[in-house]
């Protein structure tokens, strides 16, 4: 079988929504149309993000019925004839919900929280699933000094070491708790100017080792990498780590800029030349559409890809559909040139010999 053929590529809901909202059921309808659309385009699955809920608090009824509430959206998905169809989550920590805080009920509470959107993932991943995202510092909370001045660079590093080393623990028992979930954790790294560390793969791929953190990995995303990496030669020092480790669980294919994939800045050769001989895991097209919170938190000043179904279709200009159509093309497009380029010298070499 060949490479192409193997590759399972989903595709990221960032393009409609950052909340599935489960207990709304006009919008539930709207989903299936979507996922009905991206299935007959030829996506395997999809990563969807799960909102944070009011469980504030709370590591029974409140976190309790949110995950009730993602049971019922499942059946409804199922309903649809959806019931094949595979998921993946995106998922954040909160201030509320800290791993890292030093205070041990906080974690506690950060605990439940995840352990939470781990059953969500089981949930709609029917098992086998992937959980991933920046879940290990809360999303965009920088720190502050007493005068209320933001921590940076040396000294942002210093302050977070005492937070790795309170939330190895915990990762250690979430890692568990998913394994047994079917569930696989990959912590996403994400751009300083987004949240504070972790902001590279390295960084990620220390925590779980300086943690003995086993069963969690991480996730590679191609527009982090380009935006917050050290270059070629780390990147390919990362990919063999994580590869060697059983680390690499997760790739994003996305780019720069979050926009469209096709005919984007993404150095497809050099990264798919290192991923795709040792990553037996799905590639995940991720494109952030200009909808909240996305337009405002990311600084989008581009155009929104109207969404069929939602907004009023603009003759002219590309629907989200036609960006994932594109995207998907130019990644199968991209992995089998990638195939064709590594076994050229081993055809050549075959020849010499």
Excluded at 79 to 98: I, K, M, P, Y
Aim: hydrophobic fraction near 40%; charge should be negative; aromatic fraction near 10%.
């Amino acid at each position: 079988m060949s490479d192409t053929a193997r590759r399972q590529i989903y595709f990221s809901f960032f393009m409609f929504t950052a909340d599935l909202r489960p207990d709304d059921t006009a919008y539930t309808r709207i989903l299936v149309d979507h996922l009905k659309a991206l299935t007959d385009m030829g996506y395997d699955g999809f990563d969807v993000h799960i909102a944070p809920g009011n469980g504030i608090g709370s590591a029974t009824s409140g976190l309790r019925e949110e995950v009730n509430s993602y049971t019922r959206l499942k059946r409804a998905f199922d309903a649809a004839g959806l019931q094949d169809t595979r998921f993946t989550t995106n998922v954040g920590t909160t201030r509320s919900f800290d791993p890292t805080s030093p205070y041990t009920e906080q974690r506690a509470q950060a605990l439940a929280y995840l352990q939470s959107r781990v059953d969500i993932t089981e949930i709609l991943g029917n098992g086998d699933s992937i959980m991933s995202g920046p879940f290990l510092y809360p999303y965009g909370v920088f720190p502050t000094t007493d005068a209320g001045e933001q921590i940076w660079s040396d000294a942002l590093q210093d302050w977070m070491r005492p937070r790795y080393q309170v939330a190895h623990a915990l990762f250690r028992e979430l890692a568990d708790y998913a394994g047994g979930k079917g569930v696989k954790l990959a912590l996403e790294p994400i751009k300083s100017w987004e949240s504070p560390p972790p902001n590279m793969v390295s960084e990620a791929l220390d925590f779980l080792d300086d943690g003995e953190i086993f069963g969690a990995g991480v996730t590679l995303d191609t527009a982090q990498v380009v935006m917050e990496s050290q270059g070629p030669a780390v990147f390919r020092d990362n990919v063999a780590r994580a590869a060697r480790q059983n680390r690499l669980t997760y790739v994003h294919i996305s780019a720069p800029d979050r926009g469209a994939v096709r005919d984007s800045w993404i150095p497809w050769e050099l990264m798919l030349n290192e991923l795709e001989p040792v990553y037996r895991g799905p590639y995940l097209v991720e494109v952030f559409n200009a909808i909240p919170p996305f337009d405002s938190s990311m600084r989008m000043a581009r155009r929104r890809f109207w969404r069929p179904g939602e907004d009023a279709p603009e003759p002219g200009r590309a629907s989200a559909y036609d960006v994932a159509g594109a995207g998907l093309e130019e990644l199968r497009e991209r992995i089998a040139a990638s195939a064709l380029s590594r076994s050229v010298p081993s055809l050549m070499a075959g020849a010499r010999g």
